[in-house]
Each structure stands twice: as structure tokens, then as C-alpha cells.
């Protein structure tokens, strides 16, 4: 038991630390980049791309750099590749929500491509355009197409799975990129409305722009909960070191923290975020 509460003690001591070091030192191995790419509106953010395709549980933070979090562009989460659980704010908009905004590539893949019976990205694209919206695209019009898609995304299609591939091309497709007719991306709009989801999980409070949403979608499910997880103050979808450390940074002074954050942070319940509750973070981790 000794040996344990030195090793918390240990762990906390040295959030402190690092805490304490300018952001040049070993502490600046926190200072990653975020998985949220964004634009900017009028009214705060939007959240255009995530980048870690491994999530099981993304949290989206009611700010970034200083800005609300109004909205999510389609397939902004269009990389996840499995089950996930998307924790939204409050602070989402329905009018910076688009028709596909939490479509997924499990998503496409269970919708559209074990349909399709496809093994090409062109094959699964001429399923989606022609067979599920009702287009007649012939197949020279579908390969110029996903040509013009895979070179606007340019990089990140290298190594991309099939329904990863066709998603991105779809949505290069949706935003009107590859000159399909306003017409016919209305008609896109409408059939990506009928997707549905079931591998896709949203939680936040109740009564949310954001719950309205997923009422109108197939199986999107919202689950009312706080919209946070206790001790996740980084607000990463999980609980780790890094979250000590920065209950460290914040009893330092070197970083502000988010009403939100504040909330995960406090993990004994009394109203205020401390050493105690680092603390707490860190016998988790011991378990």
C-alpha cells in the first residue's frame, strides 16, 4: 500500500513538474496538434475534419482555440473506421449542421459498400451514385470523377480503405468539386438523409440543437448524459496522465480552463479543481 501511494504521490509530483517547465521543455510533448481541423463562421467554429481514425469515443469540446464550437461539416468523422460514440456540446447549431455531419466510414461500409458488393472505388462510387441516389453516370463519367476527387484530397487517400476511399470521393462529390449538376447534389442531399447509421452513438444533454438532429436520422441514436467524462479534462475521450498534468498547468496559472473542463476536473465533487483531485486521476491509473 506504501509502495502504491508513493507511485501516486510520484505521478502527481511530476504533473506538478512539468507543470512548472516552460512550454520549450519536456512538457512541450503535450502540446500536439489537434485532431479537430476547423473554420471559421460568424458565430465561433465548425469542425471540418478528425483525424484519428482509431477513436472509439470522440469528444468534441464547446471551444477551440478560444472560439465556440457551432457546427460539423459533412463527414467531418468520415475516417473513423469502427463503432464510435461522439460527445457533443451544446453549443452545436442546427445551422451549422450538414446532412452527413456524423457520417462514418463504418457507416458507408455497412450502408453502401457490403452492398455493392464492389472491391473498387469506382465500382462502390457508380453503386452509391447510380443504383442508391437514381443517377445514370456511365463509367467514364464515374472514373473522371473519382480522378478529380482523389486529386483534390491529394494525400490522405494513400493507404485509405475502400469505404474510406469512396467516402472521401462522395464527399468531394456533395461539396461540388467533381462538376456534377446542382440538381443531382440535391438529389445526393436527399438520399444521404436516408443513410442509416447504427454504428454511430451521440451523447450530450438534453433539449440540444444537436438531439433534434439525430431525431431526424435512421439509428443515429442520442444518449442524454453530462457530456463529459469525470477526470477527462483534456477532453480527449479518455483519462490519463496528461489530464493531472493539466490540473497541474491550471494550479500553476499556465493555462485557463473551460467551464466544461472545470467540470471533468472536478473529481471529488466540492466545487473547486485541485491537488486532490490529481490526485484522484492518478489512483485511477494505479488501478
Not at 78 to 91: C, D, F, N, R, W
Request: net charge negative; aromatic share 6%; hydrophobic share 45%.
Amino acid at each position: 500500500m506504501k509502495n502504491s501511494l508513493k507511485k501516486i504521490m510520484a505521478g502527481v509530483s511530476a504533473a506538478a513538474m512539468l507543470a512548472a517547465m516552460p512550454a520549450a521543455g519536456v512538457f512541450a510533448a503535450d502540446e500536439t496538434e489537434s485532431a479537430f481541423a476547423v473554420r471559421e463562421v460568424e458565430a465561433g467554429v465548425v469542425i471540418t475534419n478528425y483525424t484519428d481514425k482509431t477513436a472509439e469515443k470522440i469528444v468534441i469540446p464547446s471551444e477551440i482555440d478560444g472560439k465556440t464550437v457551432v457546427g460539423v461539416d459533412n463527414f467531418a468523422f468520415g475516417l473513423v473506421s469502427q463503432e464510435v460514440t461522439i460527445v457533443v456540446p451544446a453549443t452545436l447549431t442546427l445551422d451549422n449542421l450538414d446532412v452527413a455531419s456524423f457520417m462514418t466510414a463504418a457507416v458507408v461500409n455497412k450502408g453502401i459498400v457490403e452492398a455493392s458488393g464492389a472491391t473498387t472505388v469506382n465500382g462502390v462510387v457508380k453503386y452509391w451514385i447510380n443504383d442508391v441516389v437514381g443517377m445514370n453516370y456511365t463509367d467514364a463519367q464515374i472514373s473522371e470523377a473519382v480522378s478529380k476527387a482523389i486529386a483534390h484530397v491529394g494525400d490522405v487517400a494513400v493507404g485509405a480503405t475502400l469505404e474510406e476511399t469512396a467516402l472521401m470521393v462522395v464527399k468531394e462529390i456533395q461539396a461540388g468539386n467533381c462538376g456534377f449538376s446542382d440538381a443531382n447534389l440535391e438529389r445526393l442531399d436527399l438520399v444521404l438523409k436516408t443513410v442509416p447509421y447504427g454504428l454511430v452513438t451521440l451523447e450530450g444533454p438534453d433539449g440540444t440543437d444537436a438531439q433534434t438532429y439525430a431525431a431526424g436520422k435512421i439509428n443515429l441514436k442520442y444518449v442524454v448524459t453530462s457530456g463529459y467524462e469525470l477526470g477527462d479534462v483534456t477532453l480527449d475521450g479518455k483519462v490519463n496522465l496528461y489530464d493531472a498534468i493539466e490540473i497541474s498547468r491550471y494550479m500553476m496559472k499556465a493555462v485557463e480552463l473551460t467551464d466544461e473542463q472545470l467540470a471533468a476536473g472536478d473529481i471529488t465533487g466540492d466545487g473547486i479543481v485541485n491537488l486532490y483531485d490529481a490526485i484522484e486521476i492518478a489512483k485511477s491509473l494505479m488501478k
